[in-house]
Structures are given as C-alpha cells and as structure tokens.
Nanobody, 121 residues
Framework: QVQVVESGGGLVQTGGSLRLSCVASGSIAGIDSMGWYRQAPGKQRELVATMAVTGTTNYADSVKGRFTLSGDVADYTVYLQMNSLKPEDTAVYYC???????????????WGKGTLVTVSS
C-alpha cells in the first residue's frame, strides 16, 4: 500500500505564513503527481495546488501569488509554502499522491489524513 503523511499545520494570524510538508511512501511503482487539497467546515474539498512529475504546477486562483508548491514528485516529497494567509484559508489540508502500485494498471489517488490550518483574524 501507499502511505501519505502531512505535517506543518497550525494556528497563525492573518498575514502570517506556514509551510506544509508531504511525503509518500510504500509500494509505489510510479507516480504522476502530488498536490494539496483543502476542506473548510461545511464545504467540499477543493484543489489548492498540484505538481506533475515533470515539475509543472497548477494553482487555484484563490491562492495564486500567495502559495508556492515545491519539491520533487519523483522523490515523493512536496512542500506548500503559504504566505499572506487569510481567515478564508482556514481548512483541513490534505496531501494527495496520484500513483501506481502496479504499472500494469491505472494510477490511483492516495490521501493523507489531513493537517489543520487555522488563520485567526
């Protein structure tokens, strides 16, 4: 199986910064992408940022210019640097790995348990 572990959440004031880390491990035969999603209370999970194994990144409009995704997907590690945080960024942040456990079959989504980010006003 594949394990995805996040770290780095916490409480920060408006305008502050946090850095989230994510590592995937286990029976990984190959990987397409890794990224971050978030879910605020009463809302659906939404994309924050993703990175393909090529290094190409994609960001939600709401975080462009404030959040930066870095790392090496081929090394199963990504980081999310979050600056200029706003109260509306408060959510549980989940790391995702879109990976293969067997190259004969399609890639599958693997999720971490989530890390809470709270931005106080």
């Amino acid at each position: 199986q594949v394990q995805v572990v996040e770290s780095g959440g916490g409480l920060v004031q408006t305008g502050g910064s946090l850095r989230l880390s994510c590592v995937a491990s286990g029976s990984i035969a190959g990987i397409d992408s890794m990224g971050w999603y978030r879910q605020a209370p009463g809302k659906q999970r939404e994309l924050v940022a993703t990175m393909a194994v090529t290094g190409t990144t994609n960001y939600a409009d709401s975080v462009k210019g404030r959040f930066t995704l870095s790392g090496d997907v081929a090394d199963y590690t990504v980081y999310l640097q979050m600056n200029s945080l706003k109260p509306e960024d408060t959510a549980v942040y989940y790391c995702n790995a879109f990976a293969y456990t067997d190259l004969r079959y399609r890639a599958v989504d693997f999720w971490g348990k989530g890390t809470l980010v709270t931005v106080s006003s």
